[in-house]
């Protein structure tokens, strides 16, 4: 089993910044792929970034190239998704995704909410 525990959600202006944490326990490693998802209201669930093994091996949806920044501190069992210069359309609940031995595992969720 593999429990995922988000935070650093938060209301923020457009133009600003947050740091969202994923802090990971049970049967999880440093090789582990973890990612962001996002689901905006009304919207289906997508895809915002993703990490596997060190920082150096990351992937970004096009909507968020440039401005969000994924990285892990292994000794933590932590990801972080450092997200910079925020839009009105990145208002969503993020939820980070764990993929261990085939399986899936979610987190319940942190609401990021950026007013204009």
């Known amino acids: 089993q593999v429990q995922l525990v988000e935070s650093g959600g938060g209301l923020v202006q457009a133009g600003g910044s947050l740091r969202l944490s994923c802090a990971a326990s049970g049967r999880i490693r440093s090789t582990s792929i973890i990612s962001w998802f996002r689901q905006a209201p009304g919207k289906e669930r997508e895809f915002v970034a993703t990490i596997r093994g060190s920082s150096r091996n990351t992937y970004y949806a096009d909507s968020v190239k440039g401005r969000f920044t994924i990285s892990r501190d292994a000794a933590k069992n932590t990801v972080y998704l450092q997200m910079n210069s925020l839009k009105p359309e990145d208002t969503a609940v993020y939820y980070c995704?764990?993929?261990?031995?085939?399986?899936?595992?979610w987190g319940q969720g942190t609401q990021v909410t950026v007013s204009s």
């Open positions: 995704k764990a993929t261990v031995d085939g399986h899936m595992y």
